[in-house]
């Protein structure tokens, strides 16, 4: 299953995530801080979806209400 998302009240603008029978196998992030948002993406590979939004829920940046991270496990949730 392939799914895009537009993350909102944080630095990237657009995810593209790719999973299969619950394991996530691409995920791209355009926007934010490019490696962060790379090292995400390569972390979160191989790894079933429900553990990325255990760890990722939640995370928040800066004064912001959200992260990147959080909006990837936001993401996830619409698999």
Known sequence: MKIS???SG??????????????????????GCRGNTQGISK??????????????????????DSSCPAELAKALKSL
């Open 5 to 7: 998302f537009q993350p």
């Open 10 to 31: 944080v630095c990237a603008k657009y995810m593209e995530i790719q999973a299969e029978n619950g394991y996530i196998t691409n995920v791209i992030i355009k926007g």
């Open 43 to 64: 972390l979160v590979e191989g790894m079933a979806v429900e553990d990325v939004i255990e760890k990722l829920e939640g995370i928040k940046c800066g004064h912001k």
